[in-house]
């Protein structure tokens, strides 16, 4: 090893400080999520079993929250308590002495930081009297309430304390609120795998992306989701419908050119490539098609590393029509052709249009030796309840189609 000069020292050092306060920085938001479900366990317990719960009743967090806080100390608010609560409800099975040894280190205790009161003359404990003592923390448990879901085996206790300790305490709270386990479920997955910062997870909880994947159409991903708490990456879960391009603050569809969404969808592409989802990477905006010489232009070009392969977007600002469909296939022969490497997929294809048809979509894709979706894109968030009856028409009406197909075939 080489001695360091002066400004290897520097650097060294820089390095040393920089490293070791990143990793206090990681602990101590450890343990602050850690102390809120501790805390808001502690109010549930108490309401349980609590030998003078009564005498409080229903307002014990405005009681316990205004003692803190003519006790000193910060940050304990009803509003606070509350979320503590909540976040405690949220993840009942959680295993507190696991989640110290990582925060702490194994063996691990938690002291409570106040002195007890003095100890009197009479004390029965040897060498304590006139003394003061500290007591130390009676972890609570809320086991009682936690029901394990068969079908969601994999969220464990070793989930959990993967959770904990690599999602903050703000996210983890907003991931507490979804009521639903398999779609709770679902966010976990996507926040770890896709690393959100929690604006981004509020705007996709918010945009329903749950609801928006082929979650539905695809049986298999659903399955693996539910048993195994593994997501399928296939066309069919990964391209979502529909797009929402509320990021781009445009007026209502049919209000601007193609090329003027196409514009806007560059000048936004970090949003746009959080929308498209994970490992979806920009190639080219109009890529040229020459065949015969004449020369076609595709809106947008994108490769995807874990389907391996390209995908192929056009814009229409209108509502579907047969001949896009049409029109996508000579696009992808082409590049599947001239474009793809040897050891690529086949290119897909993803037509982007204000509104279709689903019968109209069926029969235009139907049997195409390349694939072709059709998704619809919003200009502004959609309500919960349109958005579900939206999504839930359409699929009754694709597995309608589907089923006539089959019945024909035999």
């Known amino acids: ?3 360091l000069n002066f400004e290897g020292l520097f650097e060294n050092v820089v390095g040393i400080q920089t ?4 990793a206090a ?24 079993h609590g030998a003078d719960r009564a005498t409080y009743g229903e307002g014990v967090i405005d009681a316990l929250a205004g ?12 509003r606070n308590i509350l979320n503590y609560r909540q976040f405690a409800l949220a993840w009942p099975g959680l295993e507190v002495r696991g989640l110290l040894d990582v925060a702490l280190g194994s063996g691990a205790r938690l002291p409570i930081p106040r002195i007890s009161q003095t ?3 009479k004390s029965p404990v040897k060498g304590l009297a006139g003394s003061k003592v500290a007591a130390e923390v009676v972890l609570p448990s809320l086991v009682d309430h936690y029901t394990p879901t068969p079908e969601l085996a994999w969220r464990n206790a070793d989930w959990f304390q993967r959770l904990f300790t690599s999602l903050s305490f703000s996210m983890l709270l907003e991931l507490g609120r979804i009521e639903e386990p398999l779609k709770r479920g679902f966010y976990e997955v996507e926040c770890l795998r896709e690393r959100w910062s929690l604006r981004e997870f509020k705007r996709q909880r918010n945009s329903m992306l749950y609801e928006r994947i082929g979650l539905s159409r695809d049986k298999d991903a659903l399955m693996a989701l539910s048993r195994e708490g593994v997501f399928l990456e296939s066309p069919t879960t990964l391209l ?4 929402v391009l509320e990021f781009l603050g445009m007026e209502k569809a049919g ?4 090329s003027e969404l196409e514009q806007k969808l560059i000048d936004h592409l970090q949003a746009f490539l959080h929308e498209l989802g994970r490992d979806f990477c920009f190639v080219e905006r109009q890529h040229r098609v020459t065949v ?16 391996r392969c390209l995908i192929a977007i056009d814009l229409k600002v209108g509502t579907f029509r047969h001949e896009y469909a049409g029109q996508m296939h000579f696009y992808l022969n082409y590049l599947a052709d001239q474009v793809a490497h040897p050891d690529e997929n086949p290119p897909i294809g993803l037509l982007l249009c204000a509104d279709k048809d689903v019968q109209e979509v069926h029969y235009a894709t139907a049997g195409l030796k390349q694939s072709v979706f059709v998704s619809r894109y919003l200009l502004k968030l959609p309500s919960e309840e349109q958005l579900t009856a939206w999504l839930r028409e359409e699929q009754s009406l694709l597995e309608g189609l589907i089923a006539t197909d089959n019945s024909e075939e035999d």
Do not use: C
């Open 1 to 3: 090893m080489e001695p």
């Open 19 to 22: 490293g070791t306060k990143t």
């Open 25 to 48: 920085s990681r602990s101590v938001d450890r343990l602050l999520t850690l102390r809120n479900w501790l805390i808001g366990a502690s109010v549930v317990s108490y309401e349980q």
């Open 67 to 78: 003692r803190l806080k003519r006790a000193g100390r910060q940050g304990l608010s009803s």
């Open 119 to 121: 100890v009197s003359a």
């Open 240 to 243: 979502r419908d529909p797009y």
């Open 255 to 258: 209000t601007f050119k193609e």
């Open 292 to 307: 015969g010489g004449r020369h076609h232009f595709l809106d947008l070009l994108f490769y995807h590393r874990s389907l």
